[in-house]
């Protein structure tokens, strides 16, 4: 096996790690947001909608921190179950996320 890191394996850990900070900053965005005195109009739940965003980005900077290393171990199926996850994880933030919204009329 060749451990080697080449320049698409760095570019994957600095991609994985500016994921894993965004990720903790999204989680605390509401502690943040109040803290600075902003109005968080229009979401029902601030805490639950950040939480539940910034554990998905969390999750996928893990992921992708860990991409070089598991290609190498597990093979191409890694990359493959990796876009898989991305996918499903955009499609439940976009399908979950309406619930911590308030039903606003104009």
């Known amino acids: 096996m060749d451990w080697t890191?080449?320049?698409?394996?760095?570019v994957l850990l600095g991609l994985g790690l500016v994921l894993?900070?965004?990720g903790n900053a999204v989680m605390f965005a509401d502690r943040l947001a109040r803290?600075?005195?902003a109005k968080l109009e229009g979401v029902a739940d601030p805490r639950g909608l950040s939480m539940f965003?910034?554990?998905w980005v969390f999750g996928l900077g893990v992921l992708t921190a860990l991409f070089p290393v598991g290609v190498r171990v597990?093979?191409?199926?890694?990359g493959w179950a990796?876009?898989?996850?991305?996918?499903?994880g955009i499609l439940r933030v976009y399908t979950g996320y309406p619930r911590?919204?308030?039903?606003?009329?104009?």
């Open 5 to 10: 890191l080449g320049p698409l394996d760095v």
């Open 20 to 22: 894993i900070s965004t």
């Open 35 to 37: 803290s600075f005195g």
């Open 53 to 55: 965003v910034g554990l």
């Open 74 to 78: 597990v093979g191409v199926y890694y």
């Open 82 to 88: 990796l876009a898989a996850l991305a996918v499903i």
């Open 100 to 106: 911590y919204l308030k039903n606003i009329r104009p």
